[in-house]
């Protein structure tokens, strides 16, 4: 089963030929493109098991269709003006609001309107990515304060208009997967500072269907492309249930009458040295298998609670979902069991084990306990992230793995996330770990990067911590200030953590970076971003220490010289450039004290900090620098959206169930 394919430079040229038949037609395709998985039923891939189904081919489709010589041979998605699928432009209360679906969607646009335009996999908002005022009220109805936006545009010229564009970069966004590639923005375009605000970043993909090239071009040089959903649920599909929730949200609805089975999202990527770096993994590379090393048994994975992917694995192939979501989200919970049914029915795998995050409170793990009479694995979350690297590596035997994120349930019940282990796929020993702090508030601590400053600096300075003239603690009242020290001092409603992700947004707020976050990550990139224009003269200093349940990461000396440095006036992008590679280089030391007690030479990357290309790359190349091999993420993420294949591949190989 084919992945959802771009359109071909064969079928674009006919799409623009006056004399071609399927001139302007917005559902052109052939053998070599259109979509696949999206119009999918059941198996065999055959006409009557998509839903193109619907339409019957008129006679000269059908000769095609039946033509071993012609390019559109057993194209179960051909089509026509005459017999296919036909766009329509819908007002938001269903009606017809324009007999020309394509001229008055574009004018739309160019007014400052926001368009529901249903793609390839689901329903994308479009606005006028150079009209502040469109993107703004965009904002607000689709209540997404920072979180930037993707934008389309029809060519490669257009996209360096508007971003850097290194030729590895362009190969990945010309290639028929059609992903969202972050690429840094160029100075003076037009594009409106509301589409990515704070980030140097742009998110930019290129026509993925017929209808997208369309909409572009002579009259539109680009649109904001922007998942349709509101907040955490998956992507909006089905027409009725796109009139019904972006009523509010989209002025008008580009539409059409050809039904989308499977839904699939946009995947996002960045380059990473010469392969991508996968943020979501699914249009265009779904339901592509991933190699792995042969498991005894076939699995179903869960993932864990965020990014939801679920993954079917049997023999030495991994079928790793879309991405479906966060799983707290009611709809959300209903999309992962249809996907289940889904990617059972494409692959044929049937489950023989269950394997869930080892967290008893992950809507994962409470799915996995209603799925009656089937033995489960529960996985510990930092163990499945060094598992997923390494099976897409075909990695056997033991290695060290260096798992940084956010936060994942440990095995000693407290919540990990800057972890040195050591072990493979039958299991795994914590052999190191980043200093912890307190997360003051608990989960609200990881959406107010401040409260995780006050929580470092506490560990400098103590109760004077307030005495000091940061900008970051100016906002924080006495009664709040006398809460935080009683909070640090005894505990309450302060979990620790060795989170490298919270020891990201420590930073971030204690250089007043980002204070209080609008989306999952925010301190973390604009920590990035600031870095990546600094220079870093001398590193931090960093200690390593023997600790109870292996070596501790000890970054207080580290974040000393970080608030002294701001206090003393030094550039900000010079500190967060300092930050992350004193960072690598205490990760480099760590492990070279890891395999001198155990021999091991290889090391995996995995946990969602590892989208920080800059600790990427830094941390890659100390550790090469070191003699070490190391494996990073090329097919899956490295965030919680590849967790599930570790997931697979660890209860594949164990002979413990519950």
């Known amino acids: 089963m084919s992945p959802d394919c771009d359109v071909c430079p064969d079928c674009l040229k006919e799409l623009f030929d006056p004399l071609d038949r399927r001139f302007r037609y917005p559902f052109i395709n052939c053998t070599n493109c259109g979509p696949r998985y999206s ?82 996999g689901g329903y994308h908002l479009a606005v ?14 689709k209540k997404r304060d920072e979180k930037p936006f993707a934008i389309m545009t029809d060519t490669l010229r257009r996209v360096e208009d508007l971003a850097h564009v290194s030729p590895i970069e362009a190969r990945f966004l010309s290639g028929p997967e059609r992903p969202v590639l972050l690429l840094r923005r160029r100075d003076g375009n037009d594009i409106a500072r509301e589409v990515a605000p704070g980030n140097d970043y742009l998110g930019i993909m290129l026509p993925s269907s017929p209808l ?19 907040s955490d649920d998956p992507i909006l599909y089905r027409d009725e249930d796109a009139l019904k929730e972006l009523s509010g949200v989209a002025d008008l609805f580009l539409t059409h009458d050809r039904a989308i089975n499977a839904p699939c999202d946009d995947s996002v990527i960045r380059v990473f040295h010469t ?48 991405h479906i979501g966060d799983l707290k989200s009611p709809a959300t919970m209903r999309s992962i069991e249809g ?3 889904e990617l059972k029915k494409l692959t044929g795998i049937t489950e023989g084990v269950v394997a869930h995050d080892f967290h008893p409170d992950y809507h994962s793990t409470l799915l996995a306990g209603s799925l009656t009479g089937l033995p489960k694995v529960a996985v510990q979350h930092h163990h499945a992230h060094m598992a997923s690297c390494m099976a897409e590596n075909r990695l056997e035997g033991e290695v060290i793995g260096i798992i940084f994120d956010g936060a994942g349930y440990g095995s000693d019940g407290s919540i990990w996330g800057g972890e040195f282990l050591v072990g493979g796929y039958s299991g795994f020993r914590r052999a190191g770990h980043l200093r912890e702090m307190r997360l003051p508030g608990g989960d609200a601590a990881a959406r107010e990067p401040y409260r995780m400053a006050i929580s470092l600096l506490y560990q400098l300075y103590g109760d004077a911590v307030f005495d000091l003239p940061l900008d970051v603690l100016r906002g ?32 971030a707020g204690v250089l007043d970076i980002r204070g209080k976050m609008s989306y999952e990550g925010q301190a973390a990139i604009e920590l990035e971003g600031e870095a990546e224009r600094g220079i870093c003269e001398a590193l931090y200093d960093f200690g390593v220490l023997p600790g109870n349940d292996g070596l501790i990461l000890d970054w207080l000396p580290m974040m000393r010289s970080v608030v002294d440095d701001h206090r003393a006036g030094r550039m900000r992008p010079d500190i967060a450039a300092t930050f992350h590679r004193s960072l690598a280089f205490a990760a480099a030391a760590v492990c070279r004290e ?36 190391v494996f990073t993420h090329r097919l899956v993420p490295p965030n919680d959206g590849g967790l599930a294949l570790g997931q697979a591949m660890i209860a594949g190989r164990s002979q413990v169930c519950v």
């Open 339 to 341: 996907t289940i049914s």
């Open 476 to 507: 924080v009242g006495k009664e709040e200030q006398k809460i935080f020290l009683q909070m640090l001092e005894k505990g309450i409603n302060s979990p620790v953590t060795s989170s490298c992700g919270r020891l990201f947004d420590a930073v």
């Open 594 to 629: 890891i395999r001198s007690e155990s021999g091991f030479d290889r090391v995996v990357l995995s946990g969602g900090s590892f989208q920080n290309r800059l600790l990427s790359e830094e941390i890659l190349t100390q550790l090469e620098a070191d003699g070490f091999r």
């Open 39 to 120: 119009i999918i039923i059941d198996t065999p891939y055959d006409r009557p098991n998509t839903t193109m189904s619907d339409f019957l081919m008129c006679r000269e489709c059908r000769k095609e269709y039946e033509d071993p010589s012609d390019r559109r041979f057993h194209a179960q998605p051909i089509a026509c003006p005459v017999c296919g699928p036909r766009l329509k432009l819908l007002g938001s209360d269903g009606a017809i609001a324009d007999p020309d679906p394509l001229a008055g969607a574009i004018a739309a646009l160019q007014q400052g309107m926001i368009v529901a335009v249903k793609g390839i």
């Open 212 to 230: 997208h090239y369309l909409l572009l071009g002579a009259s539109l040089r680009a649109v904001v492309m922007t998942s349709a959903n509101l």
């Open 275 to 322: 392969h991508p770096l996968m943020m979501r993994r699914s249009r265009g590379y779904v339901p592509r298998p991933v190699q792995i090393p042969s498991i005894a048994r076939d699995v179903l994975a869960l993932g864990g609670e965020l990014k939801a992917a679920i993954c079917l694995a049997g023999g030495e192939q991994g079928f790793m979902s879309r």
């Open 128 to 141: 006028d990515p150079f009209n502040s005022m469109a993107v703004r009220e965009l904002r607000k109805r």
